[in-house]
């Protein structure tokens, strides 16, 4: 089996300390944090898997390495590069940095990860910003992501937003800007990213993986990946590319849907592969996103709404095919009759 034929893990952002593309977001922050005038709060939007956390983690890290945005060091970079030996750098990848506080999904008392982020560790950014040792610097909060916070969760973090503490900085992400509270939109700046090019993808998912920059296998991936370098990642694992394929074409044919397409492809998902699953899920979730995600002030809004009622349901089913080690058939009907009914 070669390189490409094998499941390669996606680094978690906080251990990433390279950024492929994105020169101009990564430009922008870095200039307001000199200005020493840094709106409190950002919005990182785009697709999933473009570099957002990526490019929060790294702007975290450099804001507690450098807490003086005046400081000659700040001033003459070029970059928001912390040298990953530096003290900062390590903490942060070990989780242990007082000064960062990371909202995002966790598992709950069975173990099972939550489908949203609950409003008790949304309350924590009280206590964090409140803390004595915020008197010492800056602290930053990353919300990864703000689409998952539920209704009081929201709630709970716009009250700190509407009274942001002193030396206080929130990396808001998002997949879906759109959806995002108006209030919570009103009280930052935001920075949409787009999606990367192809070369950039090549070049973080060899990387990533160690595999040559000229293997058929990653720049198909890579081709296939719309942009993002963990969806590159998801499509270096056996016949992905393939399997991603057969899915587009399906989608592209919604609202009408061919049963024995359908049959071929729950054959094509098997019966215990992760990547098989995970790609045809990424596949489902991207189309879907993509159509949510617009501003469009003249959009079908009742239709959007049924997608987004659809978008949820298929992450639960998915969720319960792979932790029950499900049929996968029987979720392909169920997704494409779910798309087909929304799509009417």
Known sequence: MSKAEVQFPVPHPRETTDLFGHREAETALLSAYRSGRIPHAWLIGGAQGIGKATL????????????DPLSAAVQRADDLSVDPADPVARRVAAEAHGGLLVLQRTANDKG???TVITVDET????????????????????VDTVDELNPNAANALLKTLEEPPRQSLFLLISHAPGRVLPTILSRGRRLPLRPLATV????????????ANNDPALRDAAEAAEGSVARALTLLGGDAVKLHQKTAALLSALPRVDPRELHALGDALGGSDKVALATFVDSIERWVGARMRTED??????????????????GRAARDTAEYNLERKPLVFSVFGMLAEATR
């Not at 929060?56 to 807490?67: E, G, I, K």
């Not at 950039?200 to 595999?211: E, F, N, P």
């Not at 002030?297 to 298929?314: H, M, Q």
């Open 200 to 211: 950039d993808v090549i070049k973080a998912t060899s990387q990533a993986t160690g595999v």
């Open 297 to 314: 002030p003249n959009a079908d809004l009742p239709r959007l709404a049924r997608l987004a009622e659809v978008w949820e349901k298929i």
């Open 123 to 142: 309350r924590e950014t009280i206590t964090f910003f409140g803390s004595t040792a915020a008197a010492e610097g800056w602290r930053v909060c990353i």
């Open 56 to 67: 929060a983690y790294r702007m975290a890290r450099f804001v507690l390495a450098h807490r």
């Open 112 to 114: 099972v990860m939550r």
